[in-house]
């Protein structure tokens, strides 16, 4: 037999072999797949379950919600918690669909709308002036490198890194030397200059290419429009991402009120969802949905840009 009609039974055995080779790895490349699509699944089913168990739960009657779970939040005679015995009933779908617990909630019981608007008053300036004084800070310390500004920087993170339990204490004094203790202040302040915001967007800012910057200032363009029309502009889904996460961290503050604001009338909702007594269970599950509604929304409505600002890498979108 002659060369060549050796070599084209081994050329077809070759592609052949190549042939199977891809088809496993692809097979492989489908399993692998469907298997992290089944534990992300599952882990998404876990996460949402409580979400979903809250929303169903707030239809149902007070006492079919007793009867579920009554045993757990049950006291003594003393006022202490008691032993549960018995099995706690996990519904999911209600035995009949009531709306008695919106409308106690909505209609006939004002104080938990005026609380939710107690948190509306109270996160609402937070996000919006936290996000101005972060923009402008951030904007400086990009353009004006300097020890100095490094050491601010650092402090910043310092800062940040801080659980604010461990700057509760200082926040009340400074609190009180400023005379603002039991007032909207009190909250605001500390909110307003906290550092977090000021840190994503600098990290954010400094990644902005620097012949962007010079080409604007070629053009003739000021410090104030290249922070106009330059960087704001780039860093638009890092401020939106920003935003999201400084208002759901504030939106379900509870340490801050209770401290600083020493009349309940001032309280968040949030407040009160972490005060859930026996007589209130039923309504508890209704306030609950209702206080999660703003947080799903801006989430939804902001999703896109959460993901764009932390992928974003400096880079000029066409």
């Avoid at 080779?21 to 692998?32: E, F, G, L, M, S």
């Avoid at 939040?73 to 035995?95: C, H, Q, W």
């Avoid at 402008?136 to 604010?164: C, D, K, N, Q, V």
């Avoid at 509760?168 to 605001?188: C, E, Q, R, S």
Wanted: with cysteine; charged share 15%; hydrophobic share 50%.
């Amino acid at each position: 037999m002659s060369r060549n009609g050796r070599e084209k039974p081994e050329r077809a055995f070759s592609a052949e072999r190549a042939r199977n080779a891809a088809k496993r790895k692809k097979r492989i490349h489908i399993v692998k797949i469907a298997i992290a699509t089944l534990v992300a699944t599952a882990f998404a089913v876990l996460f949402l379950m409580p979400i979903i168990l809250t929303i169903t739960n707030s239809f149902m009657s007070a006492s079919e919600i007793s009867a579920n779970y009554g045993s757990v939040f049950a006291t003594n005679s003393r006022g202490g918690k008691v032993y549960i015995s018995e099995k706690v009933n996990l519904k999911f779908i209600p035995d009949m669909v009531s709306f008695s617990q919106y409308i106690t909630v909505l209609f006939k019981s004002p104080e938990y709308l005026l609380k939710f608007w107690n948190s509306v008053v109270l996160v609402g300036p937070i996000v919006v002036f936290q996000l101005f004084v972060a923009a402008l800070a951030s904007y400086g310390f990009t353009r004006y490198r300097g020890r100095i500004r490094e050491i601010i920087f650092f402090s910043y993170i310092i800062l940040m890194l801080m659980p604010y339990q461990v700057t509760l204490v200082p926040n009340y004094l400074v609190a009180g030397w400023f005379k603002t203790l039991d007032t909207y202040w009190a909250i605001w302040l500390p909110g307003i200059f906290s550092p977090f915001a000021v840190f994503l967007l600098t990290k954010f800012m400094r990644r902005i290419p620097t012949s962007v910057i010079e080409a604007a200032q070629i053009d003739g363009a000021g410090e104030w429009q290249i922070f106009k029309r330059v960087c704001m502009p780039l860093c638009k889904g890092a401020v939106c991402s920003a935003a999201i996460l400084v208002f759901i961290d504030y939106w379900n503050m509870v340490e801050q009120p209770l401290i600083l604001l020493s009349d309940a009338e001032k309280h968040p909702l949030s407040v009160f969802l972490s005060k859930i007594n026996a007589g209130e269970i039923g309504l508890a599950f209704a306030v609950a949905t209702i206080y999660m509604v703003p947080s799903l929304l801006v989430f939804l409505y902001g999703e896109e840009y959460l993901v764009d600002g932390i992928t974003y890498q400096g880079g000029i979108k066409g």
